[in-house]
């Protein structure tokens, strides 16, 4: 089993920054195979991938984020990082941490991020 906990959310206005982690816990030698991703879900719509790594370091982006947002992981901490820059208000939803392991996904609880001014 593995367990993630997302931290970092908040509230920021437009145009700030932010930066979300996920610690991973558990089967961590799960973990670090894996791919790892952020996803997002706003009220009323459905939850959406933001930005996804892979065990080796590559990266994609929704094209709502490319160029803002940073996707990051250290295998060794278990750890994955977002870094959102130059927020924007629809960039407000709960973010969610995912490993796509091979038994299955798993999922944080969730951070909010809230962007108004």
């Known amino acids: 089993q593995v367990q993630l906990v997302e931290s970092g959310g908040g509230s920021v206005q437009p145009g700030g920054s932010l930066r979300l982690s996920c610690a991973a816990s558990g089967s961590t030698a799960i973990v670090r195979i894996s791919p790892m991703g952020w996803y997002r879900q706003a009220p009323g719509k459905e939850r959406e991938l933001v930005a996804t790594i892979t065990n080796i370091g590559r990266t994609t982006y929704a094209d709502s984020v490319k160029g803002r947002f940073t996707i990051s992981r250290t295998n060794f901490a278990n750890i994955m990082g977002l870094q959102m820059n130059n927020l924007k208000p629809e960039d407000t939803a709960v973010y969610y941490c995912?490993?796509?392991?091979?038994?299955?996904?798993?999922w944080g609880r969730g951070t909010q991020v809230t962007v108004s001014s």
């Open positions: 995912n490993v796509q392991a091979v038994n299955g996904d798993y």
